[in-house]
């Protein structure tokens, strides 16, 4: 079974003359344990995305399934109760978004495990035995996220995220706030959960962030899944014209493609 079957998805913002369409019949299914890229430039429709998959807006028309579970017709209260059995995670690009300000690190790990039903004692040895797996100290347990630095707090919504051993992660442009070194790291602890059987959808602007990580990597544009494949695949041969873009423009790729001028046809021919 799929952990995410997302078929088909709607999704407006506004009402009337101010109504916009952000995601116009976007598709993507993920399978257990596997890291999905999600890629698109500005606008594409990239956090709506995630935020349509986490409940946090509603969409128009099409089907979202969960673990089996379909969630597109999903109330507040149904959504409460799927997220307290942590099979749904997420991380956002700015880690003050995905971790309560008032909240001690300590405490930030032990609330999802707690909500899940996990005995204080057990969650407090499960969250100190994960600190090492994403490179964090145990002298930031009893600090507060506003004094750590970008790159430990993002360290710590990571190990949020992933503490309850959840079946998803969404993760919304994790490491483009960071700084070189912070991303690596990030990008690599990220890697050595491959084991772990958490699926993860990567979303970045950036081909060359999620090309080195993904097993398979999808393109939205303009609120749609374009092009969806093997990430070196995509990369190698991508077959859509904005696919052909992104690859040689993302000066990171050894394998970009398209040269200057084919480019500048390339973008002449989407906008036409
Ligand atoms: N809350 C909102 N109200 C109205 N329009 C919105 C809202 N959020 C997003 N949009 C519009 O929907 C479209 C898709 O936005 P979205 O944020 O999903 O794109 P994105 O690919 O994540 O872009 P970025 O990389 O800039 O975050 C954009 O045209 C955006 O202006």
């Known amino acids: 079974m799929s952990v995410l079957e997302v078929t088909g998805l709607d999704v407006h913002y506004g009402l ?20 999905v890229g999600l890629i698109g430039e500005t606008g ?11 409940g946090l807006v ?34 956002f690009q700015d880690p003050l978004r995905s971790l309560d300000p008032d909240l001690t690190i300590a405490d930030s790990l032990l609330e999802p495990l707690l909500l899940k039903g996990i005995p204080r004692v057990e969650a407090v040895e499960r969250a100190r035995g994960y600190l ?17 630095s970008g790159g430990q707090r993002q360290r ?3 190990a949020r995220a992933l503490i309850t051993e959840p079946k998803l992660v969404i993760l919304d442009e994790p490491v483009s706030a960071l700084d070189a070194a912070n991303r690596v790291q990030v990008l690599e602890i990220l890697k050595d959960l491959r084991d772990t059987g958490i699926a993860l959808v ?4 950036d081909l060359g962030s999620v090309a080195g990580i993904a097993d398979r990597v999808a393109v939205l544009y303009q609120g749609s899944v374009v092009e969806v494949g093997p990430a070196r695949d995509v990369i190698a041969a991508p077959e859509h014209p904005y696919t052909k873009l992104l690859v040689g423009s993302a000066p990171t790729l050894r394998m970009a493609a ?10 002449a021919l989407l906008n036409a």
């Open 202 to 205: 990567f979303i970045s602007h």
């Open 156 to 158: 710590v919504a990571v």
């Open 44 to 54: 594409s429709g990239k956090s709506t995305f995630a935020r349509a998959v986490l």
């Open 132 to 148: 090492p797996r994403v490179r964090l100290d145990e002298e930031l347990l009893p600090r507060l996220p506003g004094e750590l």
């Open 258 to 267: 398209a040269g200057r001028a084919e480019r500048e046809a390339l973008r």
């Open 16 to 35: 009337r003359r101010h109504r916009r369409q952000a995601l116009a019949g976007a598709s993507l299914t993920v399978e257990p344990g596997e890291i």
């Open 58 to 91: 509603r969409p128009s028309a099409g089907r979202i399934v969960v673990d089996g579970e379909d969630v597109s017709g999903h109330r507040d209260r149904q959504w409460r109760a799927l997220r307290r059995r942590g099979v749904l995670q997420y991380v």
